[in-house]
């Protein structure tokens, strides 16, 4: 089973799913593939890229992919090139994965710092208003700076690292912004937040639209609603991986998931 990082390119979520799994296959974290920001791949070129690295793992198929939050968008694109190569696709998991419409092009600099706020969701609600509202008009330096003047990020770290982190996250959103999802021969569990959401800022991927009244979160326009099999997890989009008892049933569920096939689930 091949995890594929999350739209910030983090698989550290993988390693606390995967160990409360029940399930009696390999689990892989896959990294991003290295990319320039200056002259960014395509979506579909990333995962060309990422399935240099599956190949040398699992030189056939059939293949078993997870993704969380807009990562999962990526783990479509490596089935499709999957696909295309004439392998077989057994399992795909997605973990609140949306699948946002087209919408207006929005500014790097609007995407990082959105990112940024997104980083910030534990701070009270006082400074988090405060970095919210200097957002709209500052820089992504300035807006890391104030937030470490206010003490929301710890005065010695590295805000280069940082930078250069959102940097990534935020061409990643843009491969996102132009990639048009086909209609692909593949079945898809979702596994959707059903709490309610407790997010202050707002996503990138949600900015460009967002379909979170239908759990099937957007698939259903691209899919047919028989190929796609929607199972609630507590918790909000955060919770569900970050406290450990939401966590523990989306192991169970997803683990459930891999046993049984598809069309055997009522």
Same mark, same amino acid.
């Given at each position: 089973?091949?995890?594929?990082?999350?739209?910030?390119?983090?698989?550290?979520?993988?390693?606390?799913?995967?160990?409360?799994?029940? *399930? $009696?296959?390999?689990?892989?974290?896959?990294?991003?593939?290295? +990319?320039?920001?200056?002259?960014?791949?395509?979506?579909? /070129?990333?995962?060309?890229?990422?399935?240099?690295?599956?190949? $040398?793992?699992?030189?056939?198929?059939?293949?078993? +992919?997870?993704?969380?939050?807009?990562?999962?968008?990526?783990?479509?694109?490596?089935?499709?090139?999957?696909?295309?190569?004439?392998?077989?696709?057994? +399992?795909?998991? +997605?973990? $609140?994965?949306?699948?946002?419409?087209?919408?207006?092009?929005?500014?790097?600099?609007?995407? *990082?710092?959105?990112?940024?706020?997104?980083?910030?969701?534990?701070?009270?609600?006082?400074?988090?208003? /405060?970095?919210?509202?200097?957002? /709209?008009?500052?820089?992504?330096?300035?807006?890391?700076?104030?937030?470490? /003047?206010?003490?929301?990020?710890?005065?010695?770290?590295?805000?280069?690292?940082?930078?250069?982190?959102?940097?990534?996250?935020?061409?990643?959103?843009?491969?996102?912004?132009?990639?048009?999802?086909?209609?692909?021969?593949?079945?898809?569990?979702?596994?959707?937040?059903?709490?309610?959401?407790?997010?202050?800022?707002?996503?990138?991927?949600?900015?460009?639209?967002? $379909?979170?009244?239908? %759990?099937?979160?957007?698939?259903?326009?691209?899919?047919?609603?028989?190929?796609?099999?929607?199972?609630? *997890? %507590?918790?909000?989009?955060?919770?569900?991986?970050?406290?450990?008892?939401?966590?523990?049933?989306?192991?169970?569920?997803?683990?459930?998931?891999?046993?049984?096939?598809?069309?055997?689930?009522?």
């Amino acid at each position: 089973l091949f995890f594929v990082p999350t739209g910030s390119g983090d698989c550290s979520y993988a390693v606390k799913l995967g160990s409360e799994m029940d *399930i $009696d296959c390999p689990v892989y974290a896959l990294p991003w593939p290295d +990319f320039n920001e200056l002259c960014p791949p395509t979506l579909e /070129e990333m995962a060309a890229r990422a399935l240099l690295r599956i190949k $040398d793992i699992q030189p056939s198929g059939p293949y078993r +992919f997870a993704g969380y939050s807009s990562g999962g968008i990526l783990a479509y694109a490596i089935a499709q090139h999957l696909l295309r190569l004439g392998e077989a696709i057994s +399992f795909m998991a +997605f973990i $609140d994965v949306e699948l946002p419409e087209n919408g207006p092009t929005i500014s790097p600099t609007k995407i *990082i710092n959105e990112l940024v706020l997104v980083g910030l969701e534990s701070l009270d609600d006082e400074r988090f208003a /405060e970095l919210e509202r200097f957002a /709209e008009q500052s820089s992504t330096v300035q807006l890391l700076e104030k937030a470490q /003047e206010i003490g929301a990020i710890p005065s010695g770290r590295d805000l280069h690292a940082d930078i250069s982190r959102y940097e990534k996250a935020a061409t990643f959103q843009r491969m996102l912004n132009v990639y048009e999802a086909p209609s692909l021969p593949v079945e898809i569990h979702q596994f959707y937040a059903n709490g309610p959401c407790r997010r202050r800022a707002k996503p990138p991927e949600q900015s460009i639209g967002s $379909d979170r009244s239908s %759990p099937f979160l957007g698939w259903q326009r691209i899919l047919s609603v028989q190929a796609i099999r929607a199972l609630p *997890i %507590p918790g909000d989009h955060e919770t569900m991986m970050s406290a450990s008892e939401n966590r523990q049933v989306l192991a169970q569920r997803l683990s459930t998931a891999l046993r049984v096939p598809f069309e055997n689930r009522g």
